[in-house]
């Protein structure tokens, strides 16, 4: 069985009751942005569950416990990256972790990474059947009634601990009480993570330096705050809250773009040349992939770039933006970028404008490269995407008529294709990757 589509987190349990109600074995993968997690499943029951931040996290814990010193996960960091191990492996061969401890961290770390999957806004889904689960994983057994049901239970709470913590971009700070120290009881955890908010980390990325999950961080955070050792320091209005949803939105809808014309190049046949333009061949397998991945993402990333608008003046805000950048790199570059605006709503306006340009460029490229039958099933999701943004940002619409920009953008964009004749051929042949003489990409 192969499934495959969009979620939000009311679908998710859904379709993991199917799974489990069949009893199927085979592998989930779900991604949001730049966020992958993959479970395997046997027998209809969790059996593991992956992230592709999942190494760093269990890194940052470590030290957030003081296992580690920064210093030492640095290195093994380097060292597993160099001989392309796992973290975990490395820390045990090093003699810095004993192996009993990092399997519980691991363990632990599985079961947080599914129930997280629960707080995200939306994602998308791809299930395949297994006969077997890869050999040399740790297992867990973890029912999927019982992973929902806590899943429900962490949504409840996350509403209440909202309530105090607006969002992933607000930024707290120490308050006097915590900066003098006195008669405060916390334990090491606690103070390192109360470190962490400085008046310039965001919510986020306190979060992911702390090594906790967004649940965890979230109710820590909450725990501080109503200690009276934590308080935000950036209020609505300012410039970061201002940018943040529009930034947000157009992030999300150009990585659906993004991953568009990636999947449709992964269709493509490919050849590897060296610098001549003659065949080469390259006998690893895993290398193959390795460099036909590389010159994609090269390849797509030019294409997005070439597609950004003419600065306007000095201006240039979106040099820095790039949808291979994590969503709060991209808020930061152009908080960044947009200083010279003393009026964050203006600013916000202009940053709209320049944003609804760069998708309407983008737009009208995607045809010519996807072919019209891919890009009107994109636009679909696009129209999803953007119904559910509107429901869940309705000030956004209110106030810069950003989803009716880019309503207005995605028809132009369907009439467009609705009138193949004016659309010139999209053309064939085989994708090349250059290769040099030791097998790497130029």
């Known amino acids: 069985m192969h499934l495959k589509g969009s979620f939000e987190a009311s679908s998710l349990a859904g379709i993991l009751q199917l799974l489990s109600q069949e009893r199927k074995t085979g592998v989930l993968r779900l991604t949001s ?23 760093m996290r269990i890194g940052a814990l470590l030290k957030s416990k003081g296992v580690i010193t920064a210093e030492q996960l640095e290195d093994c960091l380097a060292t597993a990256r160099r001989e392309k191990a796992a973290l975990g492996s490395v820390l045990v061969k090093k003699g810095l972790v004993d192996v009993k401890v990092l399997k ?15 707080l995200w806004d939306k994602g998308q889904f791809n299930y395949s059947d297994a006969e077997q689960i890869p050999k040399g994983l740790l297992v867990t057994n973890l029912d999927i009634m019982n992973v929902i049901l806590e899943a429900t239970r ?19 700070a120490m308050t006097e009480k915590a900066a003098k120290g006195e008669e405060i009881k916390l334990s090491p955890p606690e103070w390192r993570f109360l470190s962490l908010f400085d008046g310039q980390r965001t ?58 014309v990636e999947d449709f190049m992964r269709q493509r046949p490919f050849v590897l040349v060296d610098e001549e333009g003659r065949r080469v061949k390259v006998d690893d397998p895993d290398k193959i992939r390795s460099l036909r991945e590389d010159q994609l993402v090269k390849w797509t990333a030019g294409i997005m770039e070439q597609c950004k608008p003419e600065p306007k003046g000095s201006r240039d805000p979106l040099a820095g933006f790039s949808v291979y950048n994590t969503q709060e790199k991209n808020i930061k570059e152009l908080v960044v970028a947009m200083k010279d605006y003393k009026d964050p709503t203006r600013g916000g306006l202009f940053l709209a404008v320049t944003l609804r340009e760069y998708l309407t460029r983008l737009m009208e490229r995607i045809p010519l490269l996807i072919g019209a039958e891919l890009t009107q099933e994109l636009l679909w999701e696009l129209e999803r995407m953007v119904r559910y943004m509107l429901r869940r940002s309705p000030n956004l619409a209110e106030k810069h008529d950003l989803f009716g920009d880019i309503r207005r953008v995605l028809k132009k964009t369907e009439d467009r294709i609705r009138d193949k004749d004016s659309l010139p051929k999209r053309s064939g042949g085989v994708f090349a990757v250059r290769v040099d003489q030791a097998g790497g990409m130029r």
């Open 104 to 118: 519980e961290i691991i363990a632990d770390q599985a079961e947080q990474v599914i129930y997280n999957v629960f």
């Open 154 to 172: 962490r949504i409840d709470e996350m509403d209440v601990l909202k309530k105090e913590i607006p969002g992933d971009q607000a930024v707290f």
């Open 203 to 260: 919510v986020a990325e306190a979060i992911t330096d702390s090594g906790y999950d967004k649940y965890n961080g979230y109710k820590m955070l909450h725990s501080l705050i109503s200690l009276g050792l934590a308080e935000m320091v950036e209020e609505v209005g300012t410039p970061t809250s201002e940018y943040a949803g529009i930034v947000e939105v157009y992030d999300d809808i150009l990585r659906e773009v993004r991953k568009a």
């Open 33 to 55: 942005g730049d966020a992958e997690v993959q479970l395997f499943i046997q027998e209809g029951a969790v059996i593991y569950a992956r992230s592709n931040q999942q190494e």
